[in-house]
C-alpha cells in the first residue's frame, strides 16, 4: 500500500481541481454518515429508557442510563453473562484449534515431500466444495449420536477442521523463503524443529491475519450454535440476542444494551488488528 | 508445546552427540513427518466433514422419522417429497430473488467505494475503516438493529421517522408479504454488513493496475473519468469482479442467519434453503431422511457453482496475465 502512494499523488494532480476534491469527500463522508447510523442507533438505544426509544418524537441524544448495564446483567429471563463467557470460549479455543490444526496440515502439504502428497491435498480440495453450512444437518446427526449437543466439544470441535484455512496455510508456506528452512536443517533441526523455531516465528503476520478472521467468523456464528445450543447454559451471545427478538416481552433498553456489548468484543480485535485483518483478507479473499 | 524441541537446540552438544544417527532418520523422514503434520487434520476432516457428508447420503434413501439409524429403505421417495411437496421449491425461488437483488448491488456499492477510498488523499485509512467496520457485526446483531429500530413497523422506527416527516404514512416494513417490503429490509442489511469486505479486495486489485496504463491513455487522448474507468480500470477489475460475483452468490446461497432472525420460520415467505432444511430436519418432524435428501440436493447445486466458478477463475486468470 505504502509504494502505490506516491503514484497515486502524481495521478491525482493531473486534472483534478480543489472542486473535484470537494466532491468526493462529500460523497465519501455522506456514505460514511450512512454506513455509521446503525452504530449510532444502537449507542443510543443502548443508554435510553424504553419511554425515549419508543416517544413520538424522535431523540437525537440519549439520556445515558448506564444503570441499564447491570439491569442486563440481573436479568433473569436471559443469562446473558454466561452467553458472553460462553462466546469467549468457543472464539479462543476455536481460533487456537483452527491455527494449530490447520497450519500443521497446510505446512505437510506444501514442503514436506511425500510422494501421495498430491492425493491427500486433493482430497482436501474435494471438501471446500461442499460448504459446511448445508452439511450441518448430517453434522448435527454425527454429533447428537457423539452425545456433544449442549457441550462445548460440540460447539467447538466440529468447526476445527477447515478444508478452506488448511488450504490458505498451504498456499503462504509454498511461498515461504526456502532458505531459512534449510539454514534449519543444516543445524540439525527436524522438520517439527524447523516448524516450530524457524517458520512459525518468521510467519506471525500471517497467523495474526487467519486468527482475526477466525475468531470474528467464530463470534458470529449462528446456526450451528443454534442447532447444538438445545439448552440456554449453553447458548453463545448470537442465540442469546436471537432469543431477546423473539421473546414475548420486549424490553428495548436491554436487547440493544445486549447487542453493543455483544459487538464490542470485535470492535476492539478490529480497531487493534485491522492492519492484519486488511492485509490477509486482500492476499487470501480472493480464493475464497 | 515445544519446550523439549528448544532445550535440545539451546545445549545441542551434550545431549545430541551419540543417539544422533538413528534419531535423524526418524526426524527427516517425510513419510513419518507428512503423517505428524497433517494426521491430526485429516482424522479431524475424515470424522467431521466425510462420515457426515456419507451418513447423510445413506439417511437419504431412507425412512429416517426421528432417527439416524434407519432400516426401511424407501429409495427415492425423500428426493419426491422435499421436491414436491415441502416449501423446497420455494425457498429455490427466494434465493434466486434474493441473489438477483444482493449480487449486482453489493459488486456495485463495493466497487464505488473501493473507488472513491482509493482516490481520497487524507483521511483515507479513516474512511476505509468506516466501511469496513460493519464486517464484524454479526448478522443476528444486524438482524435486531434492522427489526427493532430502523425498519421497526410502528412510529418511532427510523425508517417511518423519516418517510413521516415527509408526510407518507407508516409502513409495516417486515409483517407483510404485499407489498414485499422486506426485501428492502433484508436486502440493505446485507449490503451494510459485506460492503466493505469487498471493498478490500476491489482495492487491493485497484492497486495493482500499473499507472503505466493510465499515463498511456491519458496519451491517446481518453478522457479522466468515465472513459479510462470504461476502457482501463473495469477491464483490469475483471478477475476480481468474476470472483467477487461467485463469493456473494455462494454467500446468497447460504443465507439463514438474518431470514431466520427477521422473517422467522413461521411465515410463509421469504424462506431460505437453509431454513428449510432446518425446519425439515431440526423442527416438529425430526425428518433427518427429508433434511439429509434436501442437503444432499442443495451440496451438488453448490457443486455445479464451484465447478462454473472454477472454470471462470481460470479464464480469469489467463486475461490477467495477458
Redesign the interface.
Known amino acids: 500500500?505504502t509504494t502505490?502512494a506516491p503514484?497515486?499523488?502524481?495521478?491525482?494532480k493531473?486534472?483534478?481541481g480543489v472542486f473535484g476534491?470537494t466532491g468526493?469527500?462529500i460523497?465519501?463522508g455522506v456514505?460514511?454518515l450512512l454506513?455509521?447510523?446503525?452504530?449510532y442507533?444502537?449507542v443510543r438505544?443502548s443508554l435510553s429508557t424504553d419511554l425515549e426509544?419508543?416517544?413520538?418524537n424522535?431523540k437525537v441524544l440519549p439520556s445515558f442510563q448506564w444503570g441499564n448495564i447491570s439491569e442486563l446483567f440481573d436479568d433473569p429471563t436471559v443469562d446473558f453473562g454466561r452467553s458472553m463467557i460462553n462466546s469467549l470460549v468457543v472464539a479462543v479455543l476455536t481460533t487456537f484449534g483452527t491455527l494449530l490444526?490447520?497450519s500443521?496440515?497446510g505446512?505437510?502439504?506444501a514442503r514436506?515431500?511425500?510422494k501421495h502428497?498430491n492425493k491427500?491435498f486433493y482430497a482436501?480440495l474435494a471438501?471446500?466444495?461442499?460448504?459446511?453450512?448445508?452439511?450441518?444437518?448430517?453434522?448435527?446427526?454425527?454429533v447428537?449420536?457423539l452425545g456433544w449437543v449442549d457441550t462445548y466439544r460440540g460447539l467447538i470441535?466440529?468447526g476445527?477442521?477447515s478444508?478452506f484455512t488448511?488450504f490458505l496455510f498451504r498456499q503462504y508456506f509454498l511461498g515461504f523463503p526456502k532458505e531459512l528452512e534449510e539454514a534449519a536443517r543444516v543445524?540439525?533441526?527436524?522438520?517439527?524443529?524447523a516448524?516450530?523455531?524457524i517458520v512459525v516465528p518468521n510467519s506471525l503476520n500471517f497467523f495474526a491475519a487467519i486468527a482475526t478472521i477466525t475468531f470474528?467468523s467464530a463470534?458470529?456464528s449462528?446456526?450451528w450454535p443454534?442447532?447444538i445450543g438445545q439448552d440456554p447454559s449453553s447458548w453463545t451471545v448470537?442465540i442469546a440476542?436471537?432469543s431477546?427478538?423473539?421473546n414475548q416481552t420486549?424490553n428495548?433498553h436491554l436487547?440493544?444494551m445486549a447487542?453493543a456489548i455483544?459487538?464490542l468484543p470485535?470492535?476492539f480485535?478490529?480497531l487493534f488488528l485491522?492492519r492484519w485483518l486488511?492485509q490477509g483478507?486482500?492476499q487470501t479473499?480472493?480464493k475464497? | 508445546?515445544?519446550t523439549t524441541?528448544?532445550r535440545?537446540?539451546a545445549q545441542?552438544a551434550p545431549a545430541?552427540a551419540s543417539p544422533a544417527r538413528p534419531r535423524?532418520g526418524?526426524?527427516?523422514n517425510?513419510?513419518v513427518?507428512?503423517?505428524?503434520?497433517?494426521g491430526?487434520?485429516?482424522i479431524?476432516?475424515a470424522?467431521?466433514?466425510?462420515?457426515?457428508?456419507v451418513?447423510?447420503i445413506w439417511?437419504s434413501f431412507f425412512d429416517a422419522r426421528y432417527t439416524?439409524t434407519p432400516s426401511h429403505f424407501i429409495g427415492f421417495d425423500n428426493y419426491k417429497q422435499i421436491l414436491t411437496n415441502s416449501e423446497f421449491p420455494g425457498s429455490l425461488v427466494t434465493f434466486t430473488v434474493f441473489a438477483a437483488f444482493i449480487v449486482p448491488t453489493t459488486w456495485a456499492l463495493s466497487l464505488g467505494?473501493a473507488l472513491?477510498?482509493?482516490?481520497?488523499?487524507f483521511m483515507r485509512a479513516f474512511?476505509?475503516?468506516?466501511?469496513?467496520?460493519?464486517?464484524?457485526?454479526?448478522?443476528?446483531?444486524?438482524?435486531?438493529?434492522?427489526?427493532?429500530?430502523?425498519f421497526s413497523g410502528?412510529?418511532?422506527g427510523?425508517a417511518n421517522?423519516v418517510i413521516g416527516w415527509f408526510g407518507a404514512d407508516t409502513i409495516a416494513w417486515m409483517s407483510n408479504p404485499t407489498p414485499p417490503w422486506y426485501w428492502l429490509v433484508i436486502v440493505t442489511l446485507r449490503l451494510?454488513i459485506q460492503s466493505?469486505?469487498y471493498m478490500?479486495?476491489f482495492?487491493?486489485a485497484l492497486?495493482n493496475i500499473p499507472?503505466e496504463l493510465?499515463e498511456a491513455a491519458?496519451i491517446d487522448g481518453a478522457k479522466?473519468g468515465w472513459q479510462t474507468f470504461r476502457y482501463i480500470t473495469l477491464p483490469q477489475l475483471r478477475a476480481?469482479s468474476t470472483?467477487v460475483i461467485l463469493?456473494l452468490l455462494?454467500a446468497a446461497y447460504?443465507a439463514?442467519?438474518e431470514f431466520?432472525?427477521i422473517i422467522?420460520q413461521k411465515a410463509t415467505w421469504a424462506q431460505t434453503p437453509?431454513m428449510v432444511?432446518?425446519k425439515s430436519?431440526?423442527g416438529t418432524s425430526q425428518d433427518?431422511g427429508a433434511?439429509?435428501a434436501?442437503?444432499v440436493i442443495?451440496?451438488l447445486l453448490?457443486?455445479l457453482v464451484?465447478?462454473i466458478q472454477g472454470k471462470f477463475m481460470g479464464f480469469g486468470r489467463g486475461d490477467e496475465s495477458k
Open positions: 500500500m502505490t503514484q497515486i499523488g502524481k495521478q491525482r493531473k486534472g483534478r476534491n468526493l469527500y460523497a465519501v456514505a460514511a454506513f455509521l447510523i446503525p452504530f442507533l444502537i438505544n426509544i419508543t416517544g413520538e424522535w490444526v490447520c500443521l496440515a505446512y505437510g502439504l514436506i515431500p511425500y502428497a491427500v482436501v471438501t471446500l466444495m461442499v460448504p459446511t453450512a448445508v452439511t450441518f444437518v448430517p453434522s448435527f446427526v454425527l447428537s449420536s470441535i466440529p476445527l477442521f478444508g488448511c543445524d540439525g533441526l527436524g522438520y517439527w524443529g516448524y516450530w523455531r470474528i463470534w458470529n449462528f446456526l443454534l442447532v448470537q440476542l436471537s431477546f427478538m423473539t420486549v428495548f436487547i440493544f447487542t455483544s459487538i470485535l470492535i480485535v478490529f485491522q486488511v483478507i486482500a479473499g480472493i475464497g | 508445546m515445544s524441541t528448544a535440545g537446540v545441542p545430541k535423524r526418524l526426524r527427516g517425510a513419510t513427518n507428512f503423517w505428524l503434520f497433517t491430526p487434520f485429516l479431524g476432516l470424522i467431521f466433514v466425510f462420515v457426515p457428508i451418513w447423510s439417511l439416524v467505494l472513491l477510498v482509493n482516490r481520497l488523499r474512511f476505509r475503516s468506516v466501511f469496513f467496520l460493519p464486517t464484524a457485526v454479526s448478522y443476528v446483531a444486524a438482524a435486531l438493529i434492522w427489526k427493532m429500530s430502523i410502528v412510529r418511532f427510523l421517522t451494510w466493505g469486505f478490500i479486495l482495492l487491493a492497486q499507472t493510465y491519458a479522466k476480481t470472483a463469493l455462494i447460504q439463514f442467519d431466520f432472525n422467522g437453509l432444511l432446518y430436519a431440526l433427518y433434511g439429509s434436501g442437503a442443495l451440496s453448490i457443486c464451484t465447478l
